[in-house]
């Protein structure tokens, strides 16, 4: 049986549970995260807390004190995944430069009260648009994938999930109207167009540096659904959509999963 680690989003993570296996039981789920933060520096004197701050459920905070304390590769490792999915739709949160150290902006991290201790009160923001930004995810891509060759990683099969923003939703009625507004965090807008294309030179770098990758996507069916269950976004599909990739999923033999690591059902709309 398979042992499937995701490093990405609940892009991809949700096909497991609109599939209809429980997302707490299947997976290695390594989010909330960036290419450039996984290998950076951990910003120097941070102390996380015992138990999740009030507005964050137990995986979420797990999530973003490994970004931080920089964890999530060697327990990716010592997991030794037969596959390992990829997918880049959480590389839209800026980084933050802080202690020495780097970590991702996410809404966990705007919430979790993290921002007040002295390893981070003062971080430097580092635009994920910005040639700064794609400069250090390019480097720690090239870093991620030494680590493949170096490891056991090197043994799982490798596939990118070629997920991207949509332009375009789906209301109740049947329509496609544009979808003219999209927020990273709440009251920060984003630009669907811009990010569509980071993701894309994202993408095209990591299949030139990795070692070799089946790819997975479903363009025809990219479209935000206004009844998705964590809400209207750019990245919360339309049922179609899952269903697309399981099926490629599945032509490439990846059909289960065994009981693996705690995987929280939290949604992950803006707020996840």
């Known amino acids: 049986m398979s042992r499937v680690a995701i490093v990405g989003s609940c892009i991809t993570r949700d096909l497991w549970r609109f599939r209809g296996h429980a997302c707490d039981v299947a997976l290695h789920y390594v989010s909330r995260t960036s290419l450039a933060s996984l290998f950076a520096s951990s910003p120097a004197g941070f102390m996380a807390a015992e138990k999740p701050p009030a507005r964050l459920k137990p995986q979420p905070h797990r999530a973003l004190v490994a970004d931080i304390e920089k964890t999530?590769?060697?327990g990716l490792?010592?997991?030794?995944?037969?596959?390992?999915?990829?997918?880049?739709?959480?590389?839209?949160?800026?980084?933050?430069?802080?202690?020495?150290?780097?970590?991702?902006?996410?809404w966990e991290l705007e919430v979790s009260g993290y921002l007040r201790q002295p390893a981070l009160r003062g971080a430097r923001p580092v635009p994920?648009?910005?040639?700064?930004?794609?400069?250090?995810?390019?480097?720690?891509?090239a870093q991620f994938a030494a680590l493949v060759r170096a490891?056991?990683?090197?043994?799982?099969?490798?596939?990118?999930?070629?997920?991207?923003?949509?332009?375009?939703?789906?209301?109740?009625?049947?329509?496609?109207?544009v979808l003219a507004n999209a927020e990273i965090l709440p009251g920060r807008p984003a630009d669907i167009a811009a990010h569509s294309a980071l993701l894309a030179r994202y993408e095209a770098a990591f299949l030139r540096?990795?070692?070799?990758?089946?790819?997975?996507?479903?363009?025809?069916?990219?479209?935000a659904d206004d009844?998705?269950?964590?809400?209207?976004?750019?990245?919360?599909?339309?049922?179609?959509?899952?269903?697309?990739?399981?099926?490629?999923l599945d032509a490439l033999g990846l059909r289960a999963a065994v009981p693996a690591l705690g995987v929280s059902r939290a949604p992950c709309a803006a707020p996840a």
Do not use: C, N
């Not at 030794?80 to 996410?106: K, M, N, Q, W, Y």
């Not at 648009?129 to 891509?141: I, T």
């Not at 540096?209 to 479209?223: F, G, I, K, W």
């Not at 009844?227 to 490629?248: C, D, K, M, N, T």
């Open 72 to 74: 999530a590769m060697a």
């Open 77 to 106: 490792v010592a997991f030794r995944p037969t596959h390992i999915l990829f997918d880049f739709i959480d590389e839209r949160f800026d980084l933050l430069a802080a202690g020495g150290g780097l970590v991702t902006h996410s």
């Open 128 to 141: 994920r648009l910005s040639a700064a930004a794609e400069r250090l995810w390019l480097e720690g891509a």
């Open 151 to 177: 490891t056991p990683l090197a043994e799982a099969k490798l596939i990118l999930h070629r997920a991207q923003w949509a332009d375009r939703r789906r209301v109740p009625a049947g329509h496609s109207p």
């Open 209 to 223: 540096l990795m070692p070799s990758m089946a790819e997975v996507q479903a363009p025809e069916h990219r479209l």
């Open 227 to 248: 009844a998705h269950e964590w809400g209207l976004s750019p990245f919360h599909y339309v049922p179609e959509y899952y269903a697309a990739i399981w099926r490629q």
